[in-house]
């Protein structure tokens, strides 16, 4: 089938029920979210001291603005989160890993997924509690000043962001060198030139 102008697999090729696995999305989903919300109550905090440089761009920001976004990101990063994690033990269950091959970080296949299902329930875990963390700042705590967050809430946040970089390094090797549910590995697994198969899809759309 198309989807646009892209040529897509037909459902199966990648070990799954679907053309495209649908977990990495979400987790780039995940992240945008998540970063943003972080990113934009920094830029917040900091207001004070960025104040004359948005008055000479002539950029009508308020400190309220920049906090709203970074709220409304990090509720709509725990909702999604949850989808996100949910899709990846689905899609997980269904792969099919190469259990010959040592990841960089010399694990195996099986540890490389144990570890990335724990660490995707972790992530949600902190991310749904820096949500809770943040409401309360912003309905309770902090109401009534002008710094809405925490110092130490933006510290965790970038604390969490070392803790992606480690989860999405396991999913890259998921992928990039176990695999899984990446369409042309198993089909050159399979005995299949991916170029060909994709322009025979090309062919019949």
């Known amino acids: ?14 070990g799954l029920p679907y053309g495209l696995p649908i977990h990495p999305n979400l987790v780039h989903l995940t992240l945008g ?17 960025e104040k004359p440089i948005f008055k000479f761009l002539a950029i009508p920001l308020t400190s309220s603005n920049l906090y709203d976004v970074g709220w409304f990101n990090m509720v709509a990063a725990a909702i999604i989160t949850f989808f996100t994690v949910a899709v990846g033990f689905y ?42 963390w943040r409401g309360f700042q912003r309905y309770v705590w902090r109401e009534d000043r002008a710094r809405q967050v925490q110092w130490s809430y933006l510290l965790a946040g970038l604390g969490i962001f070392v803790l992606m970089f480690a989860q999405g390094t396991l999913g890259a090797h998921l992928g990039g060198d176990f695999g899984v549910h990446v369409t042309a590995d198993r089909l050159i697994r399979a005995g299949i030139n991916p170029n060909a198969e994709l322009l025979n899809v090309v062919i019949k759309h």
């Open 33 to 49: 979210l998540f970063i943003v919300a972080i990113a934009f109550d920094i830029v917040a905090a900091l207001y004070p001291l």
């Open 91 to 132: 899609e997980i269950i269904l792969a099919e890993p190469d259990m010959d091959i040592v990841s960089p970080w010399g694990l195996g296949a099986m540890d490389t997924m144990v570890w990335h299902g724990v660490g995707g329930v972790l992530l949600l875990g902190l991310i749904v509690g820096m949500t809770i």
């Open 1 to 14: 089938m198309m989807v646009g102008s892209l040529p897509v697999l037909a459902a199966g090729a990648n």
